[in-house]
């Protein structure tokens, strides 16, 4: 018998043996890449949260120390025609939060307004103690669910016209997109300078409501859209007090101690200007959400901006829905 002979394959059966062989070789690859993943890194939020106010005070000694040192640049102008300006301090509080921040996690996926920044490698005091109760538990989150978004120096604008009430400097901790940790730290406070909450478990001392007595509404908005605003509310609603402010961590500040009823924004904002006031608001049992009323995803830096408005409030939310 013979059996020798040759094996003949045309091209279309090596096309179809060649791809057979590439789809097993791709399915093999994802799936033993799959089993070997490394275990999750966990992370404590309970030392985050240290980490956090720390980040946020050290952020606002670079704010404080450049004050009379700056060297200013435009952005451009914003869509209300104000100028978006940046300063050395912006860069200086920025580099002084992520060396912070990353000084205790290295791999944290932080998102800044200053991102572009490129830091020096000069040491900054990362070990100060931090004072939070000793009676909060240990919460373990995994990294890859966490984003922690800051504003190095918000209100800038006012920055630079030394209307340094409205300064802050912000660390939100976000966990599949929902604000849970807020520090807002007030450089330029002889006194409670920051205000911190983890919503569930604790707030900062200073962070005491106590609801608006006035016998009229009062709403606090942006003074770059006044005009426009006013002019809403005054069509939809009676009685009320309009208060003009700088700085989203300054008007979400005030809703939160009760100062103001309602914090209104009619047009697009950035989520590092309201992620740590959207936590510490929820945390006082309170509600931050769009006009619309719907809640705020922080969860990826692909979308860093709030597109729909934003109504912030401690109680009545629904009544300012659908106002503006």
Request: aromatic content about 8%; some cysteine.
């Amino acid at each position: 018998m013979n059996f020798g002979g040759v094996i003949r394959v045309n091209k279309a059966g090596f096309c179809v043996i060649s791809g057979a062989l590439l789809i097993l070789f791709v399915y093999v690859f994802t799936t033993s890449s799959r089993n070997n993943d490394s275990p999750s890194v966990k992370i404590n939020l309970r030392q985050l949260l240290e980490v956090a106010i720390k980040a946020a005070e050290n952020g606002g000694k670079e704010v404080v120390a450049n004050k009379d040192n700056l060297q200013i640049k435009s952005k451009g102008l914003t869509k209300e025609g104000m100028q978006d300006s940046v300063t050395t301090a912006d860069y200086s509080s920025h580099c002084a939060i992520m060396k912070t921040l990353k000084h205790a996690y290295p791999t944290l996926h932080v998102i800044s307004e200053e991102k572009k920044v490129q830091c020096d490698d000069k040491e900054i005091d990362y070990l100060e103690h931090v004072t939070i109760p000793k009676s909060l538990d240990d919460h373990l989150e995994d990294i890859r669910d966490i984003s922690v978004w800051i504003d190095p120096l918000d209100a800038t604008y006012e920055y630079t016209g030394k209307l340094y009430n409205y300064v802050t400097t912000m660390v939100c901790v976000a966990v599949k997109g929902e604000p849970i940790i807020g520090v807002i730290h007030k450089p330029f406070n002889t006194e409670s300078k920051t205000f911190w909450a983890w919503v569930g478990k604790a707030k900062s001392f200073n962070l005491k409501y106590a609801r608006n007595k006035s016998k009229n509404i009062k709403v606090i908005i942006s003074m770059s859209h006044s005009g426009e605003i006013k002019k809403v509310l005054s069509e939809k609603m009676k009685n009320i007090d309009v208060v003009e402010a700088a700085g989203a961590g300054y008007k979400a500040l005030e809703v939160a101690l009760g100062n103001v009823d309602a914090y209104l924004h009619i047009t697009a904002i950035k989520k590092w200007d309201i992620c740590a006031g959207n936590a510490i608001i929820k945390a006082m049992g309170g509600k931050m959400t769009t006009k619309y009323n719907e809640l705020i995803d922080y969860k990826d830096e692909d979308s860093v901006k709030n597109e729909k408005g934003l109504v912030a409030t401690i109680t009545n939310h629904d009544m300012y829905i659908g106002k503006f």
